[in-house]
């Protein structure tokens, strides 16, 4: 007996832990995981096809065979007759899978522009800090080549530098050596 009420309260404490920890339950369906880039990618195809003229051709055709099939064909074999509300149902039911798959893939391409304004953005910062340096090194080395000595210097003072040895050397000349 006393085994009994220990397995019933152990029991009750299991439940009472399984009820107050988040998480826990168990499901009756299957967690369904979806690769979010995979169906982004469809949702942009699915997108991309329906902006086309293509799809509005197609569709444009469809739903003339649609209406003349079930105004023309005799009464046994028309499927959706005049007030024509299986296809109001359908193009509803696509219009309601469109919507959502057209947002997701408006919401991928907003998220693709603003990672590309921003790597923009960086660019444009390096590019001017670049600018900006290079403006700098152009300044000091107009600033550097101010104070370097010009050709006409050079010659100037080897000129002067000769005269100078040409001098001593003839007051060597002329003056008594012993």
């Known amino acids: ?3 009994r ?7 009750e404490r ?10 826990t339950q168990r499901r009756r369906l299957p967690r369904l995981r979806l690769d979010s880039d995979a169906f982004g990618q469809f949702a942009e195809g699915f997108a991309r096809f329906m902006g086309t003229p293509q799809f509005l051709l197609w569709m444009t055709v469809i739903i003339i065979i649609w209406i003349l099939w ?3 064909a005799p009464e046994p074999l028309r499927v959706d007759p005049f007030p024509f509300i299986f296809l109001t149902l359908l193009l509803s039911l696509q219009a309601s899978y469109a919507a959502p798959l057209i947002l997701l893939a408006q919401n991928r391409q907003e998220a693709r522009d603003r990672i590309a304004v921003e790597a923009d953005r960086r ?6 800090a670049d600018m900006d340096f290079l403006a700098r090194e152009i300044a000091s080395v107009r600033m ?6 010009t050709r006409e210097f050079i010659r100037r003072e080897l000129r002067d530098a000769l005269a100078e040895e040409r001098a001593e050397a003839e007051a060597e000349r002329g003056s008594p050596t012993a």
Not at 17 to 23: C, M, Q, V
């Open 1 to 3: 007996m006393a085994d």
């Open 5 to 11: 009420d220990e397995d019933r309260a152990r029991r």
């Open 14 to 23: 299991i439940a009472r832990d399984r009820l107050n920890t988040p998480g």
């Open 70 to 72: 079930n105004t023309l």
């Open 123 to 128: 660019q444009a910062a390096q590019s001017r």
């Open 144 to 149: 550097n080549v101010g104070e370097l000595a």
